[in-house]
């Protein structure tokens, strides 16, 4: 995973400061887990194998993953509402 982070991310784009670094950071690891079909896990979603060891071991989870789930609609939410009113911490700085 270290290589193909940085081979899309570090390596492909140049980042004038380290919040448009972490922004496409996340926004790799989304497209990631929930669209690319890996080899080693017979050519399904990363995230789809978490929700099928949901439904046959629920024990396993504290929380349901589903209800963490940050897309790309959140991400853009939180950064319109940043702008606007400026009421999020600095770790989520998305402009």
Do not use: C
């Amino acid at each position: 995973m270290n290589r193909i982070l940085k081979h899309y991310t570090t390596k492909a784009y140049f980042y004038k400061n380290l919040d448009k670094l972490k922004r496409h950071m996340m926004t790799f690891v989304l497209y990631y887990n929930h669209q690319i079909k890996l080899k080693s896990l017979k050519y399904q979603l990363p995230f789809d194998i978490i929700t099928l060891e949901l439904e046959r071991q629920n024990s396993n989870f504290n929380h349901n993953p589903n209800h963490m789930l940050w897309g790309l609609k959140m991400l853009l939410f939180l950064s319109f509402y940043q702008q606007q009113f400026g009421f999020l911490n600095s770790s989520f700085s998305f402009s």
